[in-house]
């Protein structure tokens, strides 16, 4: 069983979302996703619309995803991807090059992001809306 591992926020879940947790899936048989607590987002400067545990429920009923896991630092990739015995790490690439230091525990790919989509964007326009 081939078992891959991605990282995000994942807030406000969108198109692009989906189509990286599906394309990451395809890279091998068993998806975990480590997903950015609310505590962890705030020192990443990120500030989620929803909680820890509403982005987790929603990541749940994903069909690609097979377990999701508290992402609390940045310096647990190491050990998660040794933790959980994994085969493949895989990020957007906005992130390419960031985690090249994983290259010596597991293959490490890059998936091209969707552009023009992101929880930022669909944030502001559900904003503009209710203020028409
Ligand atoms: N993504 C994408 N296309 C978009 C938006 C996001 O492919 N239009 C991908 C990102 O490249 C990332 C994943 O979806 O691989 C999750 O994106 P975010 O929730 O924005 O995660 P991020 O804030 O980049 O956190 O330790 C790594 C960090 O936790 C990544």
Known sequence: ???VITYGTFDTLHHG???LLRRAKAEGDFLVVALS??????????????SFAERKYDLEAIRYVDLVIPENSWDQKVKDVQLFDIDTFVMGDDWKGDFDFLKEHCEVV?????????????????KNKEKA
Do not use: C
């Open 1 to 3: 069983m081939k078992r």
């Open 17 to 19: 979302h989906i189509r």
């Open 37 to 50: 607590t609310d505590e962890f987002n705030a020192t990443k400067g990120k500030s989620a619309e929803f």
């Open 110 to 126: 890059y998936l091209e992001r969707t552009p023009s989509i992101s929880s930022t964007q669909i944030r502001n326009t559900m």
